[in-house]
């Protein structure tokens, strides 16, 4: 029988190297795998290139690896919410990729399905295709790498004529997921919102490692209930149904606000 599992995040992640590619789930704060991101900032890894939708907050998520000044880059959709990843970028001290949300999913997920390129029409006239994207600041304000121009043709699917963009795959060293239940066999169940990046991250990951907060022998879980099937998935460690889930930004409507009781003494 195949047994997956590992005892504890640090001996799931012991032999990520310093230098290596992550592809990391995630969505904001939601699915992020932080019992594996912790135990990597705990092992002092460094020097990694991750892919992922967003890079966390200045105190969560990749945001420790951040601060902690163990990423050298990042491929990213999104980077509004973390101070410290704007001042490392001008800076010169991280390298970044910028890419179209939905473009950095398909990439994953090609990675993971044994595609090497593909074209889209999402970046077509933009810096996306043009190239000249800042990757990397040189410190002083000038840009020491700038993305490269990619190739551009025409294609007419369903008879409509137009210009797309080839993207090519993501292929990463080790990928980092967070599940709601997973089996030993590695096959695993995601909740809600948490499903987001986090099986595109472990299609493209060549080693999948995955935290779980309920680990159930192989074979309980529904068949058709399965959102990722194991053979993705390399590594599984549970870390309970107790783990600290952040929520980015907590809003309510202003009419629910105005209906809630104000409490004594407030």
Same mark, same amino acid.
């Given at each position: ?13 012991? +032999? ?9 789930? *995630? ?8 019992? !594996? ?9 460094? @020097? !990694? ?9 200045? +105190?969560? *998520? ?18 509004? $919410?973390?101070?410290?990843?704007? %001042?490392?970028? !001008? ?12 473009? !950095?999913? $398909?990439?994953?997920?090609? &990675? ?25 600041? @040189?410190?002083?304000? *000038? ?7 990619? @190739?551009? %043709? ?50 493209? &990951?060549? =080693?999948?490692?995955?935290? =779980? ?5 192989? &074979?309980?879980? $529904? ?11 390399? %590594?599984? =460690? ?5 783990? $600290? ?8 409507? =202003? ?12």
């Amino acid at each position: 029988m195949i047994d997956k599992t590992y005892a504890t995040a640090a001996e799931a992640v012991a +032999d990520i190297p310093d230098g290596a590619s992550l592809a990391v789930g *995630g969505f904001g704060l939601s699915g992020n795998p932080i019992a !594996l991101i912790e135990a990597i900032l705990a092992q002092g890894t460094s @020097d !990694l290139s991750i892919v992922s939708n967003n890079c966390g907050v200045d +105190d969560w *998520g990749l945001g420790v690896l951040l601060n902690a000044k163990r990423i050298r880059k990042m491929t990213s959709s999104y980077v509004g $919410e973390n101070k410290e990843f704007e %001042r490392q970028f !001008l800076s010169g001290e991280l390298e970044l990729e910028l890419t179209p949300q939905g473009t !950095l999913a $398909e990439k994953l997920r090609a &990675g993971g399905s044994g595609i090497a390129a593909f074209f889209t029409q999402t970046g077509v006239g933009t810096q996306v295709a043009e190239g000249g994207l800042p990757r990397k600041y @040189d410190g002083q304000g *000038g840009i020491a790498v700038a993305s490269p121009q990619k @190739d551009v %043709r025409t294609f007419a699917p369903g008879g409509t004529e137009g210009e797309y963009v080839l993207e090519e795959a993501i292929v990463t060293d080790y990928a980092l997921v967070h599940a709601l239940k997973g089996d030993t066999h590695g096959n695993l169940v995601f909740n809600k919102a948490a499903r987001n990046f986090n099986p595109l991250a472990a299609m493209a &990951g060549k =080693v999948c490692i995955a935290q =779980v907060e309920e680990l159930v022998p192989a &074979g309980d879980l $529904e068949p058709d209930s399965i959102h990722l099937p194991g053979i993705y998935v390399h %590594r599984v =460690v549970e870390v309970g149904t107790g783990i $600290e889930k952040r929520i980015e930004r907590r809003t309510v409507s =202003v009419d629910e606000a105005l209906r809630r009781p104000v409490p004594e003494g407030a």
